[in-house]
């Protein structure tokens, strides 16, 4: 029993001091810059694949695999300092929200690139000559590289709590964080000070990434654990605190231990039960920090969402003329065009379900794959064993089903958390909902459920068994349900989640109850959501855990904001776009991700209202023109010809 405890707490050691190794990069670009790095994961994997090409198949020496370690911590702070040149810096006075899509963005972009470079294969690397063979302490055997990984995070963690809290370097560092504007009036260069925070951070990245390579496969999802793990820690620890990053990876690794030693039929399941009391007892973390998380800023153009009546004519007739030859398809394309239209009709549905919190509540869900993911499950199971239920009151189902789920989340969570807390909390969602099912044979672990039948609608005697009668059925009820969706939030409901949006104090001030408005919208997110997976089952005919995967959940932020989240028809017209990249690309492998997180940064950077906001802008302009170019003319006198008012 001591053997095992032992093993157990050597454990945790090396999995909490390899999760500090890249929470530490996140929490240092937290507290200077208020966000949430969802990149950091993927420059780890740049790090990790620098070293593999310096290292290629070789068996180095100690300090030769440190040395080739720095070196791609520096090949990936030089990338740290384009990234701050090209993104950060252009971003850091707007809303929060859009950094962290950004930087979502930028992830996407990263795989993609890996994927063209290195290729998707799996690589692996020896450890160093003297970290090869286990350490033998009586009867117990320890691994000497999994040492060294304590020892490597111990030195990491020394040198930054000596360099924030003992240096002139650490309390410039500081100062910054807590004033820039101070600090700029007292002369010191904020902007170069801000780029070299960001360069270390990657730096740390990169190391962490050239550090760890002997201990996994590399592969383009190499850094999506560490990832999650990392904002966990830091979530548990207190966000930009050093100090608390060290003891909640610590905590994480403990806590996986045990779980293994403890369930070891539910692994992985212990960490997400911790996160969640964290984040609902005590949200603040351990070590609450000065760097606490920005607010969300009321968004220019929010009132566009229900305003705009000029314009609703025009687009009333784009799209009457959008589902007409979205109708036509069936008669003209082939099956593969016509299974991308069809896919690309329902994640429009699900980007709206996701803008209904982001776009008209101002709430950010990283995790909306999980509702999805709950509706498409729930329907291949009853379609699959129980196909006698009517499809249509197994649509009602995901969404009461949908809705229940975001009631029970949004109740214990919207209280008291917002923001960051909150978007963190809905990848935890997605993650569990993943690992639940993963463990289920019902639903078939990883391969899935296959071989999904088609529903028949026996009481109105259609049977919608081709791919033709799906897809129609599958138009018609996303356009009901889309104008159901316009009717509710052109409405009062639609008001009060614009005023939530823009001023909770005010709205709570006034006598509106903004977590109940709140936990209204999650439920009705949710609910449209879990009827988009319900009705995108029985067209793909096949459910994987793919559908609830951390990166899932991208494709609403992406559909939304390519087509702009402050309007309504955004996400759809987003989702067309997205669809259209997505079909021209599909050949090659890393280029779709490149070009779509390309175009996403472009999107934020240049145009954050998206497609709709830049045709937006241009018709306004247009009118503006047309306007000023219109000659006024006052009335001629006898004999003379008519002249230009002055």
Not at 421 to 446: K, M, Q
């Amino acid at each position: 029993m001591a053997t095992q405890l032992i093993f157990a707490i050597f454990n945790a050691l090396s999995m909490g001091m390899a999760i500090f190794m890249v929470a530490a990069g996140i929490t240092l670009i937290f507290g200077l810059l208020k966000i949430l790095n969802m990149a950091q994961g993927a420059f780890f994997m740049i790090g990790a694949y620098i070293a593999f090409s310096l290292i290629d198949h070789q068996q180095l020496s100690l300090l030769a695999f440190i040395g080739v370690a720095l070196l791609a911590g520096l090949g990936v702070a030089v990338l740290g300092l384009l990234t701050d040149r090209l993104i950060l810096s252009r971003l850091r006075h707007v809303d929060y929200h859009y950094m962290l899509i950004a930087t979502f963005a930028l992830m996407m972009v990263c795989q993609g690139a890996v994927k063209l470079i290195w290729g998707v294969n799996f690589f692996s690397v020896m450890p160093p000559l003297v970290l090869d063979q286990p350490l033998q302490i009586g009867t117990l055997f320890l691994s000497r590289y999994s040492l060294f990984v304590i020892a490597a995070g111990l030195v990491i963690y020394v040198i930054l709590e000596v360099a924030i809290h003992r240096l002139w370097l650490g309390k410039l560092m500081q100062s910054l964080a807590s004033n820039p504007w101070m600090s700029g009036l007292l002369g010191i260069n904020v902007s170069l000070g801000l780029t070299f925070s960001v360069m270390f951070a990657f730096f740390l990245a990169g190391l962490a990434g050239g550090l760890m390579l002997p201990l996994q496969s590399l592969s383009p999802q190499l850094g999506d654990a560490y990832l999650l793990y990392g904002f966990f820690a830091i979530i548990i620890g207190g966000l930009g605190n050093v100090r608390g990053a060290l003891l909640g990876s610590i905590l994480l690794g403990l806590v996986n231990s045990l779980n293994t030693i403890l369930l070891p039929e539910w692994p992985g399941i212990a960490i997400y039960v911790v996160l969640a009391v964290f984040l609902f007892f005590r949200p603040e973390g351990l070590f609450p920090s000065l760097a606490s998380q920005p607010q969300s800023a009321g968004e220019q153009g929010s009132s566009a969402m229900v305003g705009n009546k000029a314009h609703r004519p025009a687009w009333m007739v784009a799209g009457a003329l959008v589902v007409v030859l979205a109708a036509s398809l069936p008669l003209w394309a082939n099956g593969g065009l016509l299974y991308v239209a069809g896919s690309a009709i329902v994640y429009g549905l699900f980007a709206l379900s996701w803008n209904i919190l982001f776009g008209y509540t101002g709430l950010a869900s990283f995790g909306h794959s999980a509702f999805f993911a709950i509706g498409a499950y729930f329907t291949g199971v009853l379609l699959r064993d129980w196909p006698q239920v009517p499809f249509l009151l197994v649509l009602l189902g995901c969404a009461v089903f949908g809705a229940v789920v975001a009631c029970l989340v949004g109740a214990l969570a919207l209280r008291r958390l917002a923001g960051i807390f909150l978007a963190v909390l809905t990848i935890a969602l997605a993650e569990v909902t993943r690992l639940l099912i993963s463990y289920s044979d019902f639903l078939g672990r990883e391969d899935g459920l296959v071989g999904i039948p088609r529903p028949k609608l026996a009481w109105l005697g259609f049977d919608l068994d081709s791919s033709a009668a799906y897809y129609w059925f599958l138009l018609a009820a996303v356009v009901l349900l889309v104008a159901v969706l316009w009717w509710v939030l052109h409405g009062r409901f639609g008001r009060l989640l614009l005023i939530t949006r823009q001023d909770p104090e005010r709205a709570a001030f006034l006598g509106v109850n903004v977590t109940r408005v709140r936990t209204a919208s999650f439920m009705l997110s949710g609910a449209v959501a879990a009827v988009a997976g319900g009705l995108y089952a029985p067209w793909a005919r096949i459910v994987t855990l793919e559908q609830v995967s951390f990166l899932a959940s991208t494709q609403p932020v992406l559909n939304a904001m390519l087509g702009g989240v402050h309007s309504f028809w955004g996400p759809m017209v987003g989702a067309v776009i997205f669809a259209v990249l997505e079909y021209g690309t599909r050949t090659f492998v890393g280029l779709s991700e490149i070009m779509v997180g390309a175009l996403l940064l472009l999107i934020i950077l240049a145009a954050p209202n998206g497609v709709v906001g830049l045709w937006r802008a241009w018709a306004s302009r247009a009118r503006t023109y047309r306007a000023t170019q219109r000659p006024r003319e006052t009335e001629p006198e006898s004999g003379e010809p008519l002249r230009e008012s002055r």
